[in-house]
Structure formats: C-alpha cells, structure tokens
C-alpha cells in the first residue's frame, strides 16, 4: 500500500544548478507534506512541509510546491551544494498526530 | 541543541530472544513514536505514543511489540520473541505539541538490529 511514492530512486546535479525532487501520492485525507533529509547513520531531518490550503513554501534555497489535483509534490533545492547530498523522503500525514507515512526515498547527489 | 537519543546504536540478537530498545525523547515534548527502516525499503510507522499510552498503531505492531514510559525520560520498545525479518533500523521520534499535529517529527540516529 504505498501512498506515497517516489519515483526515482536517485538523482545526480551538478554543484550550483536546480535539483528537483518528485513525489506522488494516493491519499487524500493528507493535509500536511514534508520532506525529510537522510543522511548515512544518521536519522531523518526535518527540512520543509507545506499544508494542503498552499501550493507553494519556500525556505532558503528550498522551496516545496504542491498540486492537489494532480496529487503531486516537489521539492526545488537551488542553487545546489555537495552538502545536500544526501536521501530525500517524500512525507504525508493527515494532521492531527496521525501517523506520518513516508516514500521510499531519492537519494541525490550534487557533484562539484 | 537538544536531540533525540537512542540506544544500543547496533544489537544482534538470536531469533526468539527478546529485545529492548531505548531511547530518551527531547525534555518538553509529549508525543513519541517508534519507526523502522529495512534495508533499502522505506521508513515504516510502527506506534505513537501520548499521555502514557498508545494513541496509534500500524499492522506491523503486532503482539509480539509493546511500548513503554517507565519514567518521565525514556521510551522503550520491547519485542518479545524476536524474528528473522524484525532486522531494521529502529527510529525513535518525538515531537511538541503543535509541530507534532503537522508532521514535524524529531528522530533519533537509529537502533541496527540484526536477528540471526
């Protein structure tokens, strides 16, 4: 039962151009979507959400944009560093301290 | 900058033993949840955890799980009699009130556990 999904497994940018992350999903009791940094032994990071009444949130170098009708989210992370190489998780939850249910994850490297 | 933590950072056990994982949650928050990763798959809801007792959990949460607050800092997860597919990492989280409500979630580095 994957609600939420990313597509690709991984992603390669160069230093200093635009990554973009994907992610779909199934649900539509979500009202809330995250994404979440992971980094090797590490545990995830909050990086940016936006609620389902926007469509878009920045923060810095990282803006989320989210199209209800087609289910769709991504994540725009410009310009991009090495440090942000890192796996990527997709999140939705319903609000409320409901579960928050996740993708599986696009790993991306930014080469310099 | 407070965290969350967690140990034992790695655990191998025997298949049917039991297992404890513990983890000490950020001091003001009141809500805990327990996630798993296996190996290459995606970060899978186990149980979340408020005022002392289960508010929500998954499928995968079966008898042989149980959860814990056996003092006002730790949050333990107890498997009972462990199985060759309980190898994951274990993430401890917890969250505020307010941040928690949209998502925002606090993890630990994890617990490896490898059942042999």
């Known amino acids: 039962d994957q609600q939420v999904k990313q597509n690709s497994p991984s992603l390669s940018v160069q230093e200093g151009r635009i990554s973009i992350l994907n992610c779909d999903y199934t649900?539509?009791?979500?009202?809330?979507f995250l994404w979440y940094k992971k980094y090797p032994a590490e545990g995830p990071t909050f990086l940016i959400s936006?609620?389902?009444?926007?469509d878009k949130n920045e923060d810095g170098r990282f803006t989320v944009f989210l199209n209800k009708s087609a289910k769709h989210l991504s994540l725009h992370i410009v310009p991009s560093q090495p440090g942000d190489s890192a796996v990527y998780f997709c999140a939705a939850t319903p609000g409320g301290y409901q579960k928050v249910t996740f993708g599986t994850g696009t790993k991306l490297q930014v080469i310099p | 900058e407070p965290e969350v933590t967690q140990t034992p950072s790695h655990q191998v056990t025997q298949m049917g033993q039991e297992v404890i994982l513990r983890c000490v949650p950020i001091s003001n928050h009141l809500y805990f949840y327990w996630y798993r990763q296996i190996l290459g798959q995606k970060v899978e809801f186990l149980v979340s955890?408020?005022?002392?007792?289960?508010?929500?959990k998954s499928e995968i949460f079966d008898d042989q799980f149980s959860v814990e607050r056996p003092d006002g800092s730790n949050f333990t997860l107890k498997i009972r009699s462990t199985k060759l597919e309980d190898s994951a990492m274990y993430f401890c989280a917890s969250s505020e009130a307010g941040q928690g409500s949209t998502g925002e979630l606090f993890f630990g580095e994890g617990s490896r556990l490898t059942v042999l």
């Open positions: 649900n539509s009791m979500f009202d809330y």
């Open positions: 955890f408020y005022n002392n007792e289960i508010s929500e």
């Open positions: 936006i609620s389902s009444i926007k």
